[in-house]
């Protein structure tokens, strides 16, 4: 069965990194990668995988259509982590740049909504 991504243009998969730490905005950034696989913009992928070299899940994310890599604060884990392991192209999108700040955003629907709406205004095909 053919995987569908209604955001992919072309090529393989939509992949999409998120942040998943402690504070609350990991929640907000694991539980918008979540929402976004449900909905199939994407799929969610295993970051740890990509900082621990895993030949597979490189592989599988060199193959990738697009990536999207959510960020949910300035240190960019997410961000750093795909750089580190060779990725050079991919969407990327900070929370912290749409007004959600480490500390003082709950894990509400209300704020995976906002990052989800963005994460599909980044994904949409030009």
Known sequence: MAEQNSCSCSGGPTLI?????AA????????AARKLTADQKGKMFCLAGIG????????????AAR?????????NCVKGTLEQAG???????????????????PPSPQAVGK????????????
């Open 115 to 126: 990052l989800v709406d963005k994460a599909c205004e980044m994904l949409t095909c030009k």
């Open 17 to 21: 990194f998120a942040c998943s730490g």
């Open 67 to 75: 990536i999207l890599a959510i960020d949910g604060c300035p240190l």
């Open 52 to 63: 621990g070299r895993v030949p597979g899940i490189l592989k599988t994310t060199e193959s």
């Open 24 to 31: 609350d905005v990991g929640a907000v950034a694991d539980q």
């Open 87 to 105: 990725f050079k192209s991919f969407l990327h999108v900070r929370m912290a740049d749409l007004g959600m700040e480490k500390g003082k955003t």
